[in-house]
């Protein structure tokens, strides 16, 4: 299967391969006077063209010169995108001519929908939407848009942040109705997508209280259990043990809140007495989870420590060196630094 | 990624490197090179500090840099576009500062006209845009701060802009401690480095939770040594330079493991050619920076064998027998020094080779 870049050259390449008349042998388009781009002689810089991509932009800088706004103006800025969709001043002078000619935005924006997904990792293209939503201010098709632009590429960064800004942006209630649904849709596809659990964290606790919402205990509660379920179905997931700190810092937590959830998943063998025990609070590792968890081992010694005085210190330390010696030991340095600053403070 | 056709490295192969920078602008020929006229002047940009830092600052011609430079004066909007004839940008005036101050060329530029229009693209909401398109991202923020500090103009921002511009960075931070493009956004380690060097060039670090981004960063290290940009993502040499230069700020770079870092860096040389256009794979890489990797920086052209960034990373992991690199600025350690702007920040002391 080809990935979203090599799809990406590939719609490029193909492009320059076809033979399209050159506006230079276009009747129509025999009244404006091209502008060639400033050839450097520069051996630092030269400049190589494709033929039609100079033609074109040859044209385009003539119809800037003579501020034309006009249909085909459209037409030669879409070629000139399709060639270079990074092209920022073809974006947005094709921008101020849509408005110019009072083109359809309905129009526009289903030609996005085809180039948003040909040039997904490109600024413009999701800059030139949001500049579109302000005018149309209808962002409830939108979310089914972003659905099908994440199938493409399920982490895309501009994606995701168009998401964002259009919830609120917009800011209506049934805008945000079905955000939970949608991230739980995306974790069942991956469990390990960081863009949706950051996109949860978003909805639940950065974006305002909205209706229904405002009994944050309950909230809380309904956080902590998805979260734990979610580890309880893929153990060593580290966005979500971020998550699960997210919360408990968000809302000014101890830790030790959660610990019986978190110990099972710090030992190195599963508890066999518990297994037939549905614990909805506390769901226990999936069977042969590798064990143990890094990040639980983690959240133990960080209980450990607040808890504070000698003995609990030095449990953490164990706990680090462990880390260090065996289950992460990339991250030598960071848990010997660990150990280090927990004895120095111990000591003060 | 490391080339699994070449051999492996364990050692900078810093003739090769300068080779390839130089060749830079003799790839006339491929499709590439007409696709990244918006990105030529950055191109340029971290070619020379790459060579700057590999002690090579003399091998592509000053003279005709400068003129380059100045040829990409957009008179109109009064700052630098990417290329002759490109509209200006933000961006691309970064790097026609950056490089004139490495050259010691400021005297070319009209500096207030340049401050101008910077300042123009101020937003209300504190954040900068990166053109008068309209597109906001804290590394515009980036940008224009670092601009404006190279300038010696920062002070500009004095006062009600300069909090404004801090509360729009603030506003990025997430609950895992890093930051994001805009409000709202997930962390990513460019965003991250972007959002850390503002805020330490605009004297304001204490507004980072330096415990938690620290452990976030080194959490990008993952077990083969290499970092990824974001949790779950596959770890690839272009982020270790953001990483990098983000723990350096916070000096936590001994919080990672160097030794395996480096060795993943030189490992991805390709001693057999390298040369951005030679092989598909290479092509895919080439498509892979000039679109951006989601919410990149700097927009980082590959250029040669390893990216130049990689080279600058390397400096800050004390690999012996290059010059040190300021990574707030990310030019020349000597350079920020020397103009009385050097911030807190450390890298692994250099090693003899």
Known sequence: ??????????????????????????????????????EDANPIAPIFYSPEYRDATDYFRGVVKTGEKSERVLKLTEHIIRLNPAHYSAWQYRYETLLAVNASLQAELELMDELAVAFLKTYQVWHHRRLLLMLTRKPAPELAFIEKSLKVDAKNYHTWSYRQWLLAFFNDDDLWDGELDFVDMMLAQDIRNNSAWHHRFFVVFESGLREGETDRGRIVRRELTYVKQ?????????????????????????????????????????????????????????????????????????IHEKEGGKEQILQATELWRSLADEHDTIRKKYWEYRIREALRVMKD | MPSSSSSRESQLLVPLHVSYIKALGEKKDD????????????????GLTALCIMGQKDALDRDEMIEFVMSCWDDEAGTFGAHPDHDAHLL??????????????????????????????HQASGVFAGDAFGEIDTR???????????????????????ERTINYIVRCRNFDGGFGSRIG??????????????????????????????????????????????????????Y???????????????????????????????????????????????FHTLFG????????????????DDILGLSLLGYPGLVDLDPVYCMPAAIIEGKGLKKQWKALERRIA
């Open chain 1, 1 to 38: 299967m080809r990935t979203p870049l090599e799809q990406e050259c590939q719609s490029l390449m193909s492009l320059s391969e076809e033979t399209i008349a050159l506006y230079a042998d276009r009747p129509e388009w025999s009244d404006v006077t091209p502008l060639a781009q400033y």
């Open chain 1, 230 to 302: 979610n580890i309880s179905l893929v153990a060593n997931n580290p966005s979500a043990w971020n998550y699960l700190r997210g919360i408990l810092d968000t809302n000014k937590l101890p830790y030790s809140r959660v610990e019986d959830f978190v110990r099972p998943y710090a030992a190195t063998t599963p508890d066999s007495s518990t297994t037939d025990l549905v614990d909805l609070e506390n769901p226990p590792p999936p069977r042969g989870a590798q064990l143990p968890c890094p990040a639980a081992i983690e959240f133990l010694a960080d």
């Open chain 2, 31 to 46: 499709l590439a090179y007409h696709l990244t006229t918006h990105l030529r002047l950055n191109a340029i940009y971290w």
């Open chain 2, 92 to 121: 691309s005036t970064l790097s026609a500062i950056q490089i004139l101050v490495t050259h010691d060329a400021l005297d070319r530029v009209d500096i207030p006209r340049v401050v101008k229009f910077i300042l123009s693209l």
């Open chain 2, 140 to 162: 515009f923020t980036y940008c224009a701060v670092s601009a404006l500090s190279l300038l010696g103009q920062l002070h500009l921002l004095d006062g009600e802009p300069k």
């Open chain 2, 185 to 238: 956004a997930e962390s990513h380690a460019g965003q991250v480095f972007v959002c850390v060097a503002a805020l330490a060039i605009l004297d304001r670090l204490d507004e980072v939770d330096v415990q938690t981004l620290g452990w976030w960063l080194c959490e990008r290290q993952l077990p083969n040594g290499g970092l990824n940009g974001r949790p779950e993502k596959l770890e690839d040499v272009c």
């Open chain 2, 240 to 286: 270790s330079f953001w990483v990098l230069s983000a723990l350096a700020i916070l000096d936590k770079i001994p919080w990672i493991d160097a030794e395996k870092l480096t060795a993943f860096i030189l490992a991805a040389q390709d001693t057999e050619s390298g040369g951005i256009a030679d092989r598909p794979d290479n092509m895919v890489d080439v």
């Open chain 2, 293 to 308: 990797v989601a919410g990149a920086p700097l927009a980082l052209v590959r250029m040669c064998l390893i990216s130049n």
